[in-house]
Nanobody, 127 residues
Framework: QVQLVESGGGLVQPGGSLRLSCTDS????????MGWFRQAPGKEREFVAS????????NYAGSVQGRFAISGGNAKNTVYLQMRSLRPEDSAVYYC????????????????????WGQGTQVTVSS
């Protein structure tokens, strides 16, 4: 059973950087496509970035394109989100998620594809 654990959130000034990490604490043997979502207070959860099982395909929300980068780690079901040029509107709880799929090169944008979610890590961008 996949159990995702995020880390790396915190308080950062506008223009700063953070790197979020997500690992499967159960170290399951299956490979999954992975994604990052975020939810700000009073707003719906929104897609941020995703990566395919193979790592060859990535997708980004338009609001983070060119500023954020998603990558996979050496361990299975490990994913990172490098965030640069952070803005106050990036403040949110960030969640990683895993999607079971038979497609190696598909990265999913829609949260209904994901079956496992982490507990979230808070990112606050403020001066």
């Amino acid at each position: 059973q996949v159990q995702l654990v995020e880390s790396g959130g915190g308080l950062v000034q506008p223009g700063g950087s953070l790197r979020l990490s997500c690992t499967d604490s159960q170290r399951t043997s299956d490979d999954y496509a992975m994604g990052w979502f975020r939810q700000a207070p009073g707003k719906e959860r929104e897609f941020v970035a995703s990566i395919s099982k193979s790592g060859r395909t990535t997708n980004y929300a338009g609001s983070v394109q060119g500023r954020f980068a998603i990558s996979g780690g050496n361990a299975k079901n490990t994913v990172y989100l490098q965030m640069r040029s952070l803005r106050p509107e990036d403040s949110a709880v960030y969640y990683c998620a895993a999607a079971a799929t038979s497609y190696d090169d598909t990265a999913y944008r829609v949260d209904s594809h994901y079956f496992a979610w982490g507990q979230g890590t808070q990112v606050t961008v403020s001066s």
